[in-house]
């Protein structure tokens, strides 16, 4: 199974909107609707923001929303902040009790 | 509040076995919705998923890991463990545990990470 595809770099000014994309294929993205995205500060785990395509846990906040489209799931983020600054990778159930982590998106706020 | 951790030697040398252990604590590593899993993180490189476990001993591992790749899990203790064999330097990663649901399947709960380097 590949990793999935990700722009490697995505920026924004303070107050605006980026949209980061995730490739895959009917086998994984575009076969099932269990896409999760996570955020990873340097020297941090990664944290969980959206899962199933577009649900938000608990204390995420709602400026973080995700969607998808045949084999690509998007993740946006509206109202960025300085915090925002992070790597995001998004990964999907690939079938057969197998996952795929995208290639990961390095957010800077301008 | 759950909190994972990992624990196991910084340092292996080329062609040894990696060992590490992750214990699960503020919760039951026993539940019947949830698996327990392993991710990896390469220097400077992404997230790749290694294999999982249910509390019953049901494995599921990354094809590409499978031949060297073994998970086992103690409930008695709430802790789960992963065995790599003939590690290289290609190996040399943090290694993260995980909790992923049953239902929504995706990594809720991560433990802070742990740096393995496979050097001689």
């Known amino acids: 199974q590949s990793a999935l595809t990700q722009p490697p770099s995505a920026s924004g000014s303070p107050g605006q909107s980026v949209t980061i994309s995730c490739t895959g294929t009917?086998?994984?993205?575009?076969?099932?609707?269990?896409v999760s995205w996570y955020q990873q500060h340097p020297g941090k785990a990664p944290k969980l923001m959206i899962y199933e395509v577009s649900k938000r846990p608990s204390g995420v906040p709602d400026r973080f929303s995700g969607s998808k489209s045949g084999n690509t799931a998007s993740l946006t983020v509206s109202g960025l902040q300085a915090e925002d600054e992070a790597d995001y990778y998004c990964?999907?159930?690939?079938?057969?009790?197998?996952?795929?982590f995208g290639t990961g998106t390095k957010v800077t706020v301008l | 509040q759950l909190q994972l951790q990992e624990s196991g030697p910084g340092l292996v040398k080329p062609s040894e076995t990696l060992s590490l252990t992750c214990t699960v604590s503020?919760?039951?590593?026993?539940?019947?919705?949830?698996?327990w899993g392993w991710i990896r993180q390469p220097p400077g490189k992404g997230l790749e998923w290694i294999g999982s476990?249910?509390?019953?001993?049901?494995?599921y591992y990354n094809p590409s890991l499978k031949s060297r790749v073994t998970i086992s899990v103690d409930t008695s203790k709430n802790q789960f463990s992963l065995k790599l064999s003939s590690v290289t330097a290609a190996d040399t990663a943090v290694y993260y545990c995980a909790r992923h649901t049953v239902a929504t399947i995706c990594f809720d709960y991560w433990g802070q990470g742990t740096l393995v380097t496979v050097s001689s």
């Open positions: 476990i249910y509390y019953s001993g049901s494995t």
């Open positions: 990964s999907s159930y690939a079938g057969s009790n197998n996952f795929v």
């Open positions: 503020g919760g039951s590593i026993s539940s019947s919705s949830y698996y």
């Open positions: 009917s086998s994984d993205v575009g076969g099932y609707n269990y």
